[in-house]
């Protein structure tokens, strides 16, 4: 395959290998095409997360926000965080 690339972005990618960490031009080409789907993968998840609340919410199984809802669920995860609890996917994706 053979993609051709503006010269700023040459030059970028020539400027990631040489800071050593990539050994040539076809690695941070891959590197970047993996965190894009990645992040394709996590907006995927967070859409359905929302469809799924939003469905939920529809069936009136959701519970109103509000600031003092908000400040619970933030003790919450702080409390969790200090008592070393695992953190939900659902809370990092």
Known sequence: MH??????????????????????ASEVVRDAIRRMWEEDEKLEKLRAAVQLGDEQ?????GIAYSTSRLEKITEK?????????KVSTDVTG
Do not use: M
């Open 57 to 61: 919410f529809d069936r009136g199984e």
């Open 3 to 24: 993609i051709n690339l503006s010269p700023e972005i040459e030059h970028y990618l020539q400027t990631k290998v040489g800071t050593g960490f990539y050994s040539n």
């Open 77 to 85: 995860a702080f409390n969790n965080s200090r008592n070393s609890k």
